[in-house]
């Protein structure tokens, strides 16, 4: 009977740990099944945030080369048939972009030499140049290249052919 009782002891001992390590393994299997699920959510939302923003952003800049080729076809039509620009009616025409552009960007249009002429900073005695302004929009040169992510997930070479990048030569400034 004593050997009896060691057995039944010893086939409990042993089937509890079985149970044990069968519970075990399957909390790991479950947890690492969790995570590779969250990483797969986290991989996806990541794709869809990325996406997103990407779309806002070529939006944005779509709207903002809209107006500077709108403002540059203007000003040249303007120097053209006048030869020199109204103060007044560039100004009406920057806020008019401006507003259309809600806080997107500043416009200013300045002269060959970098001074700002019209727009944010343009004031009497102001002599903002456009190489000292910290967003480095001064910094844009056309035929500058760029990656441009395409719709297939690849990326191409751009470069900049804006109106921001066409220079305007107005009739009072040097150079």
Same mark, same amino acid.
């Given at each position: #009977? ?12 042993? *089937?509890?740990?079985? $149970?044990? %390590?069968?519970?075990? !393994?399957? /909390?790991?299997?479950?947890? @690492?099944?969790? &995570? ?11 794709? @869809?945030?990325? #996406? ?10 779509? &709207? ?10 203007? /000003?040249?039509?303007? /120097?053209?048939?006048?030869?020199? %620009? ?5 100004? +009406? /025409? ?10 997107? !960007?500043?416009? &200013? ?6 001074? $700002? ?8 005695? +102001? @002599? *903002?140049?456009?190489? *000292? ?7 844009? &040169? ?23 990048? *066409?220079? $305007?030569? #107005? ?5």
């Amino acid at each position: #009977m004593h050997k009896a009782w060691k057995f039944h002891r010893l086939v409990l001992i042993a *089937t509890v740990l079985a $149970v044990n %390590l069968f519970v075990a !393994a399957l /909390l790991a299997y479950t947890l @690492n099944e969790a &995570r590779a699920q969250i990483e797969r959510d986290v991989a996806k939302n990541v794709e @869809n945030l990325s #996406m997103l923003l990407d779309q806002s952003i070529t939006g944005s800049v779509g &709207r903002i080369d809209l107006s500077l080729r709108g403002i540059g076809d203007r /000003l040249q039509r303007d /120097l053209r048939v006048a030869g020199r %620009l109204d103060g007044a009616e560039v100004e +009406a /025409l920057l806020a008019n972009h401006r507003a259309w552009l809600s806080d997107l !960007a500043q416009l &200013r249009v300045t002269d060959a030499a970098g001074v $700002v002429r019209f727009g944010p900073g343009s004031a009497p005695g +102001a @002599n *903002t140049v456009v190489a *000292t302004i910290s967003s480095g929009i001064g910094t844009a &040169r056309t035929g500058s290249s760029f990656p441009i992510r395409s719709s297939d997930g690849g990326t191409r070479s751009g470069s900049c052919r804006s109106a921001a990048a *066409t220079p $305007v030569r #107005m009739a009072n400034s040097p150079g």
